[in-house]
């Protein structure tokens, strides 16, 4: 759904004589400016001074390509800018850290749209699609668009109109949820005293919805904080009284238009109407006037205010009319004791450790400052907006304190950089859990909900939009298949943050010093490297299957390796030597030719050891570093020094997967994938006979890889006091974790779902799929045959997950996010393709070719028909071959 139904486009340095008023086009949330080379400045200056009655949306799309300009309209408050591709792609950078929300892509200027730039605009972006100044010849071709894409799964869609929109046009195109812009000069919010332009209340009410068989528009009331007051019933009738008179006009049931407050002196300014995400309901945004919304003289029909707003409530009462010699009077009369209470509370609550202090003196606190507020007839809605403008800065300041308050200093520490050849383990940092809060899990009972609010409660973390993570991917892998070795340069250096990395290529045999271990870490590699190979090599084929399927026709099928593969290393929150190992070695065993890894480079453009190490112990030919979609397109495409492959192989983050996809599906590259992956997951099933500590410890194993993680726990039977044992267990080591911020994240969407019995949880289990599945559980080797759907399964109380990580020999590549379902882990035969062969001797073409010639020519291939026929041919004369 767009901003709203409609955005009126203003001229500020020449505003209309006729049309809305600037108070008008206020209600209406959003305000289209078209920034050009001349109003500039002007702009600059217009925002600021209006952030409190609009959202912006800003058309750049003519401005010159530099970024700096843009940059600066978005840090004073516009909410969204209008981009030409090139400027879109230049504002994608992860270095200016623009959020993609407040980026929409325009369609180029000038000539009749085609469906093709329609659709090329559609795949660029996920955030919202601009159609600019839209000839009425072409009205139709775009709402013939729209009827095709649908009113879900697609990006927002702006059409402007230059020209006089034709009132019919305008209704079908925001019923098909298109935000409509128009110049405010033809829009009315007085249908009946301004004839002949478009009513904005009818616009709103075709875009909203109803079930209701009187047609009314459920209608949500709210004050400028976004407290509910109420919910009322709009109609097309009210919409047009309140945009008029600026006020609270609904729709009553029983006695037709309802003009609030007009008996009880409880009055509502309109601030502004928008819809909600589905159209189905109006919000009123209103400043309340007297006693309250309610009949019963209460803000709310809800209840009376609570916490900030009542506070706030309250203060304004007294600033009108304190008793005599009260404290809130004397504090508003003492501007001096005011500022000490203030400098008193805001010391107290940084000397504050414990949750409830904290909580005691933050009150304080807020109570003196909103009393300042008050005298100075500052509103919490005044403060909210302010706290609006400031996130939308994307220029930051340092943030340093004041001298007077860091005794004359603020100079920071330098982070200490990593060593180029570390001679120990990679050590985690610390990370500050900067909250008390329980870590623990949802519990449900699979008893006490439906089989939809199960599936429900299991989904996984939502992932970035496909057509978000498109419109960034698809470029990438553009300027590397196109420039080579300099584009996968310049992405390196940008997003791994290696600006002095000058070859992006470490080709074998490699150097001694980049393979610095630790004799602890070395051997741990080389047992894992032992474990690996021969689980892996029992996995090869003693010989090719033959089979005689009749007299004289012989067929087989042989292995051969896929000669050259790319192997993709991650490198995000955690250095992972054990994924070069789990790809690298199967890759060894299957003989392939050619094994490139491609792995993030750490900033000073070195490469972890471990990897190195791995690499030369596989027989690696090269170490490509780069990451990200950078890495896929360079191993799918190759380039001036990165070899081409025919298999690309490893987990990675959205961004790395939809890469692998993209190039799989592109003949241009004749690559393979192995399978898509997600974040990494972990199903434990536990009984009564699981050790708690245990099941704690396998959940956060998973927890600590990353936010998006999720773990699963199912409980067979479980009383109150085994479950709360278990959460006792997850939170206690939880917190002893340095990755416990991670953890925490994780946990969030994390659920434990208790069943009856164990029939049922391996129901579940196969429904979720995990990638890991733990079996904590009675004669657990017994319930395996249970198991459909899993990428590794790990047996019995002795087996925690992090054997398969690393050591025990089996693969920890596997299919994540519900593929376990379709895909199997990495293993041998992932590595090697199948090559079938028939051999027929002259009494087999005779038991077959009948049979052959008919079904060609039931096909319609007579030159099939005739390769056979023209050899039996051949032996019925018994010429010689």
Not at 347 to 372: P, Q, R
Not at 428 to 447: G, L
Not at 754 to 770: E, Q, W
């Amino acid at each position: 759904m767009a901003a709203a139904p409609l955005i009126p486009a203003y001229d500020f340095v020449a505003p209309p004589a006729t049309g809305l008023s600037i108070q008008s086009i206020s209600h209406l949330s959003w305000i289209f400016l078209s920034v050009t080379a001349d109003n500039y400045n002007q702009s600059l200056e217009f925002i600021p001074q209006n952030f409190n009655r609009f959202q912006f949306l800003v058309d750049v799309s003519t401005l010159e390509s530099d970024v700096t300009q843009i940059k600066q309209l978005l840090n004073v408050g516009a909410s969204k800018v209008i981009t030409s591709l090139k400027q879109l792609e230049l504002l994608r950078d992860p270095k200016l850290q623009i959020d993609e929300d407040r980026l929409i892509l325009a369609i180029p200027r000038g000539g009749d749209y085609t469906r093709d730039e329609f659709e090329d605009a559609i795949r660029h972006t996920s955030l919202g699609v601009f159609v600019p100044d839209v000839p009425g010849v072409n009205v139709k071709s775009v709402i013939e668009w729209l009827e095709v894409y649908g009113t879900e799964n697609r990006p927002p869609v702006y059409i402007s109109f230059k020209s006089k929109p034709v009132l019919e046009e305008v209704l079908k195109l925001v019923k098909l949820n298109a935000t409509v812009i128009t110049d405010s000069k033809e829009l009315t919010v007085d249908p009946k005293k301004e004839e002949g332009l478009l009513s904005v209340a009818q616009i709103y009410a075709k875009a909203a919805k109803s079930d209701r068989s009187d047609g009314l528009f459920t209608t949500l009331v709210v004050d400028e904080q976004g407290v509910a007051l109420g919910l009322v019933y709009s109609s097309e009738e009210s919409i047009s009284e309140s945009l008029r008179t600026g006020s609270g006009v609904y729709q009553s049931r029983k006695r037709g238009l309802w003009y609030k407050g007009a008996t009880s002196g409880a009055l509502q300014e309109l601030v502004r109407i928008d819809l909600d995400c589905d159209a189905d309901c109006l919000r009123f945004t209103v400043k309340q006037k007297g006693k309250g919304f309610c009949h019963l003289d209460t803000r709310t029909c809800f209840g009376a205010s609570t916490g900030l707003g009542a506070l706030q409530a309250t203060l304004q009462s007294r600033f009108a009319s304190a008793p005599e010699g009260s404290y809130t009077a004397r504090l508003f009369n003492d501007p001096a004791l005011l500022r000490a209470k203030i400098m008193e509370e805001a010391e107290e609550l940084c000397d504050a450790k414990t949750k409830e202090d904290i909580a005691w003196e933050a009150a304080d606190l807020l109570y003196f400052a909103l009393t300042k507020c008050v005298s100075a007839g500052v509103s919490l809605a005044d403060i909210e907006k302010n706290l609006d403008a400031k996130s939308l800065k994307v220029v930051r300041r340092k943030g340093d304190a004041k001298a007077k308050w860091t005794n004359g200093t603020n100079e920071t520490k330098p982070q200490e950089t990593a060593a180029a050849a570390p001679a120990k383990p990679a050590e985690v940092p610390v990370q500050k859990d900067t909250s008390n809060d329980r870590i623990e899990m949802r519990r449900y009972f699979s008893s006490e909900i439906t089989a939809e609010e199960l599936e429900a409660i299991l989904k996984r973390p939502s992932q970035k939009s496909s057509e978000t993570i498109m419109g960034i991917v698809n470029p990438i892998i553009k300027a590397v298949r196109e420039d080579g070795d300099k584009a996968l340069l310049g992405y390196t250096q940008k997003f791994d943050r290696c600006p002095d990395l000058k070859s992006t290529v470490l080709k074998a045999p490699y150097p001694e010093k980049l393979m610095t271990l630790t004799p602890e870490v070395k051997a741990a590699i080389d047992l894992s490297y032992e474990n690996i190979l021969k689980f892996h090599t029992a996995q090869k084929e003693s010989k090719p299957l033959v089979v005689e399927t009749m007299p004289g026709v012989q067929c087989s099928r042989f292995a051969r390796p896929i000669e050259r593969v790319g192997l993709y290393i991650p490198g995000g929150t955690a250095v992972l030597p054990s994924t070069a190992l789990m790809l690298g070695v199967p890759a060894l065993v299957a003989g392939c030719k050619t094994i490139v890894f491609a792995s993030p480079p750490r900033p000073d453009g070195s490469i972890t050891p471990e990897i190195v190490y791995i690499a030369h112990k596989v027989g690696a030919e090269a170490i490509v570093l780069a990451g990200g979609a950078q890495a896929v397109a360079a191993l799918a495409y190759g380039t001036e020094s990165v070899p081409k492959v025919d298999k690309i192989l490893g987990p990675g983050n959205q961004f790395v997967t939809a890469a692998k996809m993209v190039v799989s599906n592109d003949t241009g590259a004749t690559v393979s994938i192995d399978m898509p992956a997600g974040p990494s997951e972990v199903l434990v099933i536990a009984d009564k006979s699981s050790n708690p500590a245990f099941v704690a410890s396998d959940l956060l194993s998973q927890a600590e890889h990353g936010v998006d993680s999720q773990v699963v726990l199912l409980a067979v039977d479980l009383s109150n006091e085994e479950l709360q044992a278990i959460d006792d267990e997850l939170h206690k080591q939880a917190m002893a974790l340095p990755r416990v911020d991670i953890v925490r994240g994780a946990i969030a969407h994390s659920v434990t779902v208790v069943v009856d019995t164990i029939d049922k949880a391996f129901d579940v289990s196969n429904l979720y799929a995990p990638e890991h599945l733990i079996l904590q559980i009675a004669d657990a080797k017994a319930c395996v045959e249970k198991v459909q759907n899993a990428g590794s399964v790990f047996i019995g109380p002795w087996t925690p997950e992090s054997v398969g990580d690393y050591s025990a020999g089996v693969n920890h590549s596997l299919p994540t996010y519900g593929y376990a379902k379709q895909y199997s882990g990495v293993n041998l035969a992932t590595y090697v393709k199948h090559i079938t062969s028939s051999e027929l001797t002259a009494e087999g073409l005779q038991n077959l070719g009948t049979a052959v010639m008919d079904l060609a020519a039931v096909e319609g291939l007579d030159a099939h028909r005739m390769a056979v026929k023209i050899r039996l041919d051949h032996m019925a004369k018994g010429t010689p071959i």
